[in-house]
């Protein structure tokens, strides 16, 4: 899903876990997940998300952020 989506959009380096690219990773429990989110509250926290990793460092834990900032602005055909 990632993956063909990085390659639409020229993304090198990204949509695929392998070795020397850039790594965004949510770890989820699927039988606790729910989206809680309304229109009346769209930024209401998901449940059942244990953490975050963004550019290989962990940026959410168990229901808070850890204050590491590791995004960055991607433009077509950026690599880093």
Known sequence: ??????????LVGRGV???GNFADITV???ARIIDTATFEQPV????GI????VNG??????????GTRAGTV????DRA
Do not use: K
């Open 50 to 53: 244990t953490c975050v990793f």
């Open 17 to 19: 876990l392998a070795e």
């Open 44 to 47: 209401a926290q998901a449940t």
């Open 57 to 66: 460092n962990m940026a959410w834990r168990d229901g808070a952020t850890t």
């Open 1 to 10: 899903m990632s993956g063909l989506t990085a390659q639409h959009f020229g």
């Open 74 to 77: 991607i433009r077509r055909g």
């Open 28 to 30: 989820f429990d699927a």
